[in-house]
């Protein structure tokens, strides 16, 4: 059974930081890219980041030059570093993972920011 479990999520002050970790586990088939998205109240999921097989790596215009993605394919696990946090940042962050005939969603984990 494939199970992605989401963590470090929390409450951050305004400038803070926050590192999100996303575990895939019982994936058989190799992983492709893998991706946080986020869904604050009332609004649409969108893409935050996301990162190739072969690391590449593309963020939401938003997030650019405060938020890192990065992967380590050993544990199937993706991270994102958040820095430099602002309040419109507040929402649920959901990791996907995207393999060769399947995708994967996590549950989500909270991130507030505020002070």
């Known amino acids: 059974q494939v199970q992605l479990v989401e963590s470090g999520g929390g409450l951050a002050q305004p400038g803070g930081s926050l590192r999100l970790s996303c575990a895939a586990s019982g994936i058989i088939f190799s992983v492709n890219a893998m991706k946080w998205y986020r869904q604050a109240a009332g609004k649409k999921r969108e893409l935050v980041a996301s990162i190739t097989s072969g690391g590449s790596t593309n963020y939401a215009d938003s997030v650019k030059g405060r938020f890192t993605i990065s992967r380590d394919d050993a544990k199937n696990t993706v991270y994102l570093q958040m820095n430099s946090l602002k309040p419109e940042d507040t929402a649920v962050y959901i990791c996907?993972?995207?393999?060769?005939?399947?995708?994967?969603w996590g549950q989500g984990t909270q991130v507030t920011v505020s002070s």
């Open positions: 996907f993972v995207d393999t060769l005939y399947l995708d994967y």
